[in-house]
């Protein structure tokens, strides 16, 4: 594991519980409402997600970036035959594996503590995500390649826009915490998915990010 991948393991690993509860109603009524209001793209890209994926049932299903597995159980919960959740942080993947226990869902889901770009499989997938993924990864092409070499159908991911408040909070937030973060323009992003040798995309705006679903071959539009 590189120096900036060892960086990111050991932040993930800290930030788990803060990470988890956006999603979660484990904040103050004050931040839980904060985070309506300022992050609401970020439960958009949730609906965008599974939007975008349809229809699930009987699909595989790669999650680059799992976290704490919120997007991986979900798809198993809606029918997917079969989830890999691959993630750089330990204690994430730990989340992952008791909450897929908690839930039953075993047999649907499997996590890995790795790089994408580390992992070695043969295995096509349906659908490949990185929700929140290239916020921290410094050269999003080789990622792109690698998903799109894994996947038969879609891409689907989100990029945070550079030029935003957001944007220049986060970047200092994170720098004092030692985590890099990366931004994105909608046409560097077609610029990187055309470089990864996708066919079509399409490319969506909301609030402070965008979202994308980028296709294998021209006809799977």
């Known amino acids: 594991m590189n120096k900036e991948l060892q960086e990111q393991k050991e932040f993930w690993d800290r930030e788990l519980d803060q990470f988890d509860a956006i999603y979660t109603a484990r904040k ?8 309506r209001v300022f992050r609401w793209d970020m439960f958009a890209r949730y609906e965008y997600t599974f939007t975008n994926a349809a229809p699930i049932p ?8 799992c976290g704490t597995g919120r ?7 809606r029918g997917s035959a079969r989830v890999v959740g691959l993630d750089v ?11 897929t226990a908690q839930a039953g869902l075993d047999g649907q889901c499997e996590f890995v503590q790795t790089d994408l770009l580390a992992f070695r499989t043969n295995e096509m997938f349906d659908v490949s ?5 290239f916020d921290y990864v ?9 998903m799109k070499e894994r996947t038969k159908d879609r891409t689907i991911a989100s990029f945070p826009r550079t030029g935003t408040w957001r944007a220049l909070v986060r970047k200092v937030r994170l720098a004092l915490k030692g985590c890099p973060v990366y931004f994105y323009s909608a046409d560097r992003i077609g610029l990187l998915l055309t470089e990864a040798g996708y066919r079509s995309y399409h490319i969506s705006k909301i609030g402070q990010l965008y979202c994308v679903t980028a296709f294998v071959e021209e006809g799977n539009r």
């Not at 997007?71 to 919960?77: G, H, I, M, N, W």
């Not at 410094?138 to 690698?146: G, I, W, Y």
């Open 89 to 99: 942080s330990e204690e994430m993947i730990r989340a992952c594996r008791d909450r």
């Open 71 to 77: 997007y991986s159980l979900e798809f198993a919960r």
């Open 28 to 35: 103050s009524p004050l931040s839980a409402y904060l985070d």
């Open 58 to 65: 009987g699909k595989t299903v790669l999650d680059v970036g």
């Open 129 to 133: 995500i990185g929700i929140g993924l």
């Open 138 to 146: 410094k050269d999003a092409r080789p990622v792109l390649q690698k």
